[in-house]
């Protein structure tokens, strides 16, 4: 097997922090009634139609019609988002700077909405130091997808035998897997740093 020479990276849970729940807690003062909005009504998989590319006005419309009663709660998903995002996981940008100062190859594949990846983006200098970055929003299609995956191999001419993937979604390290990558899923950034330094990666321990 080629040597790992290349880190593909997701962004939410992995560099930046994100949950609903920041937000949500400020706005909803009992814990389960709370959890039940997130689970009934701002649902992943509603949030999920954003990161394939469905435009954030149509979708808190949509809700707000089915959902009247919530609609100052739903739109504060769009208007407030930002609150979901305290920062970085600090150990894992050390990480990925690390990477970079050493050469690495860095590449990024992230399930996001265009409007919130721009707000993102600007907030994060960081993530200047990929060569590319996938966005889901952008190509209309989410990971797992195989698709999203050789999109990124087909632009950069990675081997993905040489390519270790890392993300905090089983499903989603399952489909790097599934196209020929090494994934690794993401817990916290010491575990990273050791995995990745198993891989052969300039790390230091």
């Not at 894992?92 to 707000?119: D, H």
């Not at 960081?126 to 997808?145: Q, T």
């Amino acid at each position: 097997m080629p040597s790992i020479s290349t880190v593909v990276f997701d962004i939410g849970n992995v560099l930046i922090r994100w949950d609903p729940r920041f937000l949500y807690r400020e706005l909803i003062d009992d814990e389960a009634r709370m959890e039940r909005f997130l689970a009934e009504v701002c649902t992943p998989a509603w949030n999920l139609e954003q990161d394939r590319g469905r435009d954030w006005a149509e979708a808190v419309a949509e809700l707000v019609a089915r959902h009247p009663g919530d609609a100052d709660l739903i739109r504060a998903f769009d208007e407030r988002w930002s609150e979901m995002v305290p920062g970085p996981i600090e150990g894992s940008v050390a990480i990925l700077e690390e990477l970079s100062a050493a050469g690495v190859p860095l590449y990024a594949i992230t399930n996001f909405s265009a409007a919130k990846w721009a707000e993102t983006r600007a907030r994060f200098s960081f993530l200047d130091l990929f060569g590319e970055i996938v966005v889901s929003a952008h190509e209309r299609v989410l990971k797992p997808d195989p698709t999203i995956y050789r999109l990124l191999f087909d632009r950069r001419g990675i081997d993905p035998r040489t390519a270790v993937f890392v993300d905090d979604s089983a499903a989603n390290v399952a489909g790097a897997e599934a196209v020929g990558m090494t994934a690794i899923r993401f817990t916290d950034p010491a575990d990273l740093r050791m995995r990745l330094r198993d891989l052969g990666l300039p790390l230091a321990g």
